[in-house]
């Protein structure tokens, strides 16, 4: 602690561990280099040594450094800029992990930290392919070690340091915040003022627990990608081309399993917690995730058909060389301020373009040099694959991935081009299906050809025993699909009958997927379930593959508007009417249901603000709230953010979020109570109907108060009759009570009215003073939007039983290398 | 002819055919100014909210939840009202940039999709300094 109270300690450690990382990393960059090229086993050995401790003080050291940001946080040492910008004394302690992956710098760490871990495991398990698949991490480990580094090299900014002070950031200079400087000169008690005014805080719609798990897993997916390729780079250093393809082959499939777990991670917290009503919305951030992945499968196919056949391994190569490379290029995508315009997830730009952009470089270049040079070198069969064998068709599935996965990033990269050619590209004004009307085509190629796959044998297929294995399954799907064409009412013709008619296809192609690879396991596998890993994968994909269209297809807007249409013409069928107006007790025509908005409450303090929705089945066939909330954004960002609620059944969701809530408006209610003289059984006129006073009591029995006989209470019954009730009468009691010879006052609200009463004063001769306020405010309303999703659960278990079917495939393949 | 050859013939010719399909459905980058020259046509253009407007975002969800009509400026101080026709963005307020994509009819830049808005996330204004340093002397 210094003279301002700083705790300087754990960033001066941290700081040193991050150079400390940097350094190792250097050295076991070298020394498993100097280990792969050398041509003396000792003294390849003896590098090795060298290497492998280096790398293990460098992980360590990562893993410091995260502990140590941890500690910065959770210990709320604001005189930090990371602690400050990311987090607050009122943030919950299960979020103050996700303030550490808010930065730009926590989220490198966190890739780092995987790496170090990956690596770890690798220095145990790899063998003889250590050193250069070792390399190639470290080599990782040090370009990430520079983006933290956070020093100046003749006024270049070289990283950015997570431990920099607030007062140091530049945030806190004398032009930003006078307020913290007396004459120019840093206030002693400046740490207090900060203390005294909290941190920024966590973005709201991070507070959230799958915001607390997904970045690590995606994370991990990310660095996972690093094996194939480095496995692949060590197969071109080491001219030992196909060495590595079976033992490599659990990190593979962790990889593939891992990214999508991750990727669909994000995907359930943007259904559960944003607000553009969906899973998936094809923005850059997520499509960049998406592409390494379908290409990291398309790799582990044709690594399977290596294995088999000796066929594809060129191919390999260049899928596991691709996949991470487009990790990088996404890394970019997402953090360069590229993409600011296209992107909601996109970051602004760090200043730090160049360095992002040799990091990407640094992969590319060497890597694809590489395999130019090699490529002829690379092992391949001159002699065709039959048209009746497994790798013929896996190969083209895996091509179609390869299609498919370019097919995104090309739109995707739209603003970089435009950047680099000065062009103006965009993509229409429907994003969304110019993706869909192209991957649909994917999913139903990719759907047949993942049912039959495994029905074909490597190198040649009996066809009839072919034909008679497939023919149950086949008819099976076809029986199924049909009646789902039939009866499920899928008539999604918003672009049209092709797409739709592409749709009933995609549904018979992921149908077909999921019967022919479920039966596989009796009809090809007799039942062995140790070894219907990829059956299980396959299955759970085409049921991903079938929930994916048809909660898109079949998604249904309840809340639909007829009170005021709007018209966009004949070729916009979909209408900006989704939205319904709800005023607070009445009951609401929507769709099946009956809703009322019930009422509303709040967490204390008013953070988040909770509205309960009644929906009530018109069939009279039960009833089920629904309770969206509003949540107010962390300070510093006025307004806030919609947290959508959920009815989950297993055949759909009934999902809503609040567009809209006159509790958001800001500023007091402006309307004022009118004062009025009445003696009893006097008639007043408000606007919509009449109301009289009935009797003034003193200390009434009352429902609403007790009062005691120490009490001065003065309550006044009022009968409001509005007009169009039929003269049936509202009860009004507003009272007043004496405490410390002060008057506190209870007007009464009756909300159907939108009107006030409030009891001022006894006035002279018998009569009294009440105020009266009429207020449209005096009604909560808010728009909202409810939606239904069918089938929403086969996206989820889908990808579920996708990854049991990964574990099952890793489990069998490392117990088959062990023995 | 071998087969691998015509599979990538196929390959190529999907991939051509792909890339058509973007390119007719494609849209530019525009001012306000050249897309008022294009009526009708669907463009983006990237503005911010055009404060010399008393009220800059018009919305009142009991007259009409599902429309939102705002005024913008683009970089070149051309200014135009733009109509929404959906529920007012959450943090419209405090965006300092909206990229908007939709047609211009008339005098009035139409946006007919929900996603025709894109506004910057909230969270984004941490790594403005500016922005961050205003808000350590404001709250």
Not at chain 1, 229 to 253: E, H, M, N, V
Not at chain 1, 479 to 493: A, C, K, Q, R, T
Not at chain 1, 571 to 589: A, C, R, S, V, W
């Amino acid at each position: 602690m210094n003279s301002f109270g700083e705790h300087l300690l754990p960033g001066q450690i941290g700081h040193f561990l991050i150079i400390l990382s940097l350094v190792a990393s250097l050295i076991a960059t070298i020394a498993y280099s100097k280990s792969t090229n050398a041509l003396i086993p000792a003294e390849a050995a003896s590098w090795k040594k060298i290497g492998r401790t280096a790398f293990v003080i460098d992980a360590f050291s990562v893993f410091g450094v995260f502990a140590l940001i941890y500690y910065i946080i959770s210990n709320h040492y604001m005189e930090y800029s990371y602690a400050w910008t990311h987090s607050d004394k009122s943030l919950e302690p299960k979020y103050l992990l996700s303030s550490i992956w808010e930065g730009q710098e926590g989220s490198f760490l966190l890739w780092a930290f995987w790496h170090g871990v990956i690596g770890i495991v690798l220095m145990k398990t790899s063998k003889k392919w250590e050193a250069p698949v070792m390399a190639v991490i470290s080599f990782a480990q040090l370009c990430i070690a520079t983006l933290l580094l956070g020093i100046f090299v003749f006024d270049l900014k070289v990283g950015s340091n997570p431990f920099i002070l607030l007062k140091d950031s530049g945030v806190m200079s004398p032009e930003n915040a006078p307020a913290f400087y007396s004459n120019g000169i840093l206030r002693g008690d400046y740490l207090e003022l900060i203390h005294r005014r909290g941190g920024q805080g966590l973005n709201q719609l991070l507070q959230n627990y799958w915001m607390v798990i997904h970045p690590p897993i995606l994370f991990l997916g990310f660095a996972s990608t690093i094996v194939p390729f480095a496995y692949a780079i060590a197969g071109l250093w080491t001219k030992d081309y196909g060495g590595w393809t079976k033992s490599q082959l659990p990190w593979s499939l962790f990889s593939a399993a891992i990214l999508a777990l991750g990727i669909m991670m994000g995907a359930k917290w943007a259904y559960e917690s944003l607000n553009f009503g969906g899973y998936w919305a094809w923005d850059p951030v997520e499509n960049a995730s998406l592409v390494p992945w379908l290409i990291m499968i398309a790799g582990l196919h044709t690594q399977l058909i290596f294995n088999a056949t000796g066929h594809s391994l060129r191919s390999t190569y260049l899928f596991y060389l691709l996949s991470f490379m487009l990790i990088l290029y996404s890394t970019y995508l997402a953090r360069s301020g590229d993409l600011q315009d296209t992107s909601v997830h996109a970051f602004v730009t760090s200043g730090m373009n160049w360095q992002l952009r040799i990091f990407v470089f640094a992969f590319v270049i060497p890597g694809l040099l590489m395999f130019a040079l090699r490529y002829k070198k690379i092992p391949h069969i001159v002699k065709e694959e039959s048209s009746w064998s497994r790798e013929f068709w896996m190969f083209i599935g895996s091509l179609v991935l390869f299609l498919s996965s370019l097919a995104i990033i090309i739109p995707t990269s739209f603003p970089l081009f435009n950047k680099i050619f000065g062009t103006s590209l965009a993509i229409g004004e429907d994003q969304e299906f110019a993706y869909n009307r192209i991957q649909i085509f994917v999913a139903i190629i990719i759907g047949v050809i993942t049912a039959i796959g495994q029905y074909l044998k490597y190198k040649t297929t009996n066809r009839q025993l072919f034909f008679k294995k497939l023919m149950v399954p086949t008819i099976i799907a076809l029986i199924f699909s049909l009646i789902v064409s039939i009866f499920g009412n899928i008539d999604y013709d918003k672009y049209g009958i092709g797409y739709l008619a592409a749709i009933h296809l995609g549904i018979f192609a992921s149908l077909y997927a999921v019967v022919a690879n479920t039966s596989f396991i009796w009809l090809g596998l007799n039942g062995k379930l140790k070894a219907a890993g990829a059956s299980v994968a396959h299955l759970g994909f085409s049921l991903f593959l079938l929930g994916a269209l048809i909660s898109s297809a079949k998604k249904e807007v309840l809340s639909v508007n007829k009170l005021n249409p709007l018209n966009f013409g004949p070729d916009q069928k979909e209408k900006g009417e989704e939205n319904l107006t709800m005023f607070q007790g009445i009951e609401t025509d929507m769709g099946d249901f009956w809703a009322t908005y019930a009422k509303d409450s709040s967490t204390q303090g008013g953070k988040t603000m909770y509205f309960h929705i009644q929906m009530k089945r018109k069939d009279g066939k039960g009833e089920f709230m629904l309770v969206p909330d509003l949540i107010k954004n962390s300070k510093g960002q006025e307004g806030y953010s919609a947290n959508p609620d959920a009815k989950h059944y297993l055949h759909k969701d009934i999902f809503t979020y609040i567009s809209y809530a006159d509790k958001m408006r800001e500023g007091e209610d402006t309307s004022k109570f009118r004062p009025t003289s009445v003696a009893i059984n006097d008639t007043v006129f408000y606007s919509s109907g009449i109301m009289i006073l009935d009797t003034v009591q003193r200390n009434p029995a009352n429902k609403r108060v007790q009062f005691t006989e120490s009490d001065t209470a003065i309550m006044a019954t009022i009968r409001v009759i509005p007009f169009n009730s039929g003269g049936k009468p509202i009860t009004a009691q507003p009272y007043f009570y004496f405490r410390n010879n002060r008057a506190e006052y209870f007007p009464d609200t009756l909300i159907t009215q939108g009107l006030a009463i409030n009891l001022n004063k006894f006035a002279a001769d018998q009569t009294f003073e009440i105020g009266v306020k009429e207020s449209t405010r005096m009604t909560p309303f808010i728009a909202l939007k409810v939606l239904v999703f069918p089938f929403i659960n086969l996206v989820w278990g889908g990808v579920v039983l996708m990854l049991v079917g990964f574990v099952m495939a890793i489990v069998r393949r490392v117990k088959t290398l062990k023995a | 002819m071998k087969k691998t050859h015509i599979v990538l013939l196929v390959c190529i010719a999907a991939v051509i055919m792909v890339l058509l399909s973007f390119m007719g459905n494609l849209s530019t980058y525009e001012t306000l100014a050249s897309a008022r020259q294009k009526p009708g046509k669907t463009v983006t253009v990237i503005t911010q909210l055009d404060k010399s407007v008393e009220h800059p975002i018009e919305y009142d969800p009991l007259k009409n939840p599902n429309l939102t009509e705002f005024y913008v400026k683009d970089s070149l101080g051309n200014t135009a009202k733009v109509v929404y026709h959906f529920e007012k963005p959450f943090d419209m307020e405090k965006s300092d940039r909206i990229v908007l994509k939709g047609k211009m009819q008339g005098d009035v830049f139409e946006i007919t999709r929900k996603d025709g808005i894109l506004i910057k996330c909230p969270s984004k204004y941490k790594d403005d300094p500016k922005a961050a340093g205003n808000n350590l002397s404001q709250n």
